[in-house]
């Protein structure tokens, strides 16, 4: 599989190959860097088949579900995390070189399904230039403003990142970036892809830059 592996989170099923419109800015960004995003649906992920084409990488998109919306009914913790069991056992099965960077929900899905902990906001996120508070150095936030500002959609965020994971970036929300510590395995809260709503005042959306540092590290 010569591109990058987009795994899109959300329930309803698109037809095979087709992006979502909210993601319109991601594949131009790619091919700039030499790169094609691949579609699929979680539904339609096979792990042995996809393992034995190889991704140059993967990345888990956003949702409207939430990992926890069953719990009012199962009690037991990560009740959902049993419909994407097909996107952990590919994660599990990828080889150890292979990037990953999980996109809000797809944050979020990394850091239970490595035992992590999520927990419900006050109020909906929604904001097109929201800061981050805190940071510590990581090439994918090499170049952004200070401090950097993306895009947010959200309503849970990630209280304790799965085991392997250390933070590194936060806002007045929490959590916003992880990173493996010893896989190239990054999640972020916020939504790089969708720069295009960003209006900085000067020079390039922080969400368009974030992009290219991941791409280019590819």
């Given at each position: 599989m010569a591109g990058i592996l987009f795994i899109d989170m959300w329930p309803d099923v698109l037809p095979e190959g087709q992006l979502r419109e909210r993601y319109r800015d991601l594949p131009p960004r790619a091919l700039a860097h030499g790169r094609t995003v691949i579609p699929l649906h979680f539904s339609r992920v096979v792990p042995a088949a996809i393992l034995a084409d190889?991704?140059?990488?993967?990345?888990?998109?956003?949702?409207?579900?939430?990992?926890?919306?069953?719990?009012?009914?199962?009690?037991?913790?990560?009740?959902?995390?049993?419909?994407?069991?097909?996107?952990?056992?590919?994660?599990?099965?990828?080889?150890?070189?292979?990037?990953?960077?999980?996109?809000?929900?797809?944050?979020?899905?990394?850091?239970?399904?490595?035992?992590?902990?999520?927990?419900?906001?006050?109020?909906?996120?929604?904001?097109?230039?929201?800061?981050?508070?805190?940071?510590?150095?990581?090439?994918?936030?090499?170049?952004?403003?200070?401090?950097?500002?993306?895009?947010?959609?959200?309503?849970?965020?990630?209280?304790?990142?799965?085991?392997?994971?250390?933070?590194?970036?936060?806002?007045?929300?929490?959590?916003?970036?992880v990173r493996h510590r010893t896989l190239p395995r990054v999640g972020v809260q916020f939504h790089p892809e969708y720069f295009a709503k960003q209006r900085p005042a000067s020079g390039l959306p922080d969400g368009r830059i974030f992009l290219d540092n991941w791409l280019s590290s590819l």
């Open positions: 190889r991704p140059q990488a993967v990345i888990i998109s956003g949702s409207r579900t939430n990992l926890v919306d069953a719990l009012v009914d199962d009690p037991e913790d990560g009740a959902l995390l049993s419909r994407f069991e097909a996107v952990t056992a590919l994660l599990e099965g990828l080889p150890p070189a292979t990037p990953v960077l999980g996109i809000c929900f797809g944050h979020q899905y990394l850091a239970k399904a490595a035992g992590g902990h999520l927990e419900r906001m006050a109020a909906d996120r929604e904001e097109d230039d929201f800061p981050l508070s805190e940071s510590q150095p990581d090439p994918l936030l090499a170049g952004l403003g200070s401090p950097p500002r993306f895009v947010e959609r959200h309503l849970w965020r990630v209280a304790q990142p799965g085991a392997g994971y250390v933070v590194v970036a936060r806002s007045s929300d929490g959590v916003e970036m």
